[in-house]
């Protein structure tokens, strides 16, 4: 039986491999890990501490331009490259009671 099943995403186009192979995605970019994923984080301060004290792989938190966005690449526990990012001009959020 399957353990495990990967999606990746290129432009549209979805692709899903199952594996019995316990082994990471990597992508390269110009011979460097790139990360298979970003997620928007909206307090970039608060995630990137809450990993690091959880003992999670996080590499340092780069600010560019005059802080107007942030970012830091971290590793989760299957060794998987993400990237949690934010910045000033990011959607907010809206709580709808009713669907």
Known sequence: ???CTTRISIRSLYLLIETTDQQSLSILRNGTPFPIMAMNCPDIEYT???LKDKGIQVDELHTLGDGE???FYFRDLDGNLLEAAWSRWDPQDEIK???
């Open 48 to 50: 990137y501490k809450q």
């Open 1 to 3: 039986m399957p353990c």
């Open 69 to 71: 966005a942030k970012y």
């Open 97 to 99: 009671e009713h669907f």
